[in-house]
């Protein structure tokens, strides 16, 4: 079985900054793609940012240029740095990695973290 463990959301002003972690444990072979979507109140889940096992990235547009995502493979651990925040960043994150197993390869979930970007 594989946990997604994240921390570091909270409550910020605007134009402030966090920084998401998310540490994967168990019985992993390989950790392939790593990420972060988050889900405000009322909509649907969406992408955030995304890395490979070999560091490519990908971001979502309102993100660009805000926020970095990187990660460390020795500690089978995913980041989200987060600057200049804005109210509409307010969301439950939730990490996301696809794993490969004894039992084969698939997607995880971490359990979210609330972001709450507020004056």
């Known amino acids: 079985q594989v946990q997604l463990v994240e921390s570091g959301g909270g409550l910020v002003q605007p134009g402030g900054s966090l920084r998401l972690s998310c540490a994967a444990s168990?019985?992993?072979?390989?950790?392939?793609?790593m990420g972060w979507y988050r889900q405000a109140p009322g909509k649907q889940r969406e992408l955030v940012a995304l890395i490979t096992g070999g560091g490519t990235t990908n971001y979502a547009d309102s993100v660009k240029g805000r926020f970095t995502i990187s990660r460390d493979n020795t500690k089978n651990t995913v980041y989200l740095q987060m600057n200049r925040l804005f109210p509409e960043d307010t969301a439950v994150y939730y990490c996301?990695?696809?794993?490969?197993?004894?039992?084969?390869?698939?997607?995880?979930w971490g359990q979210g973290t609330q972001v709450t970007v507020s004056s």
């Open positions: 168990g019985t992993i072979l390989s950790l392939n793609g």
């Open positions: 996301y990695a696809n794993v490969k197993t004894m039992l084969g390869t698939s997607h995880y």
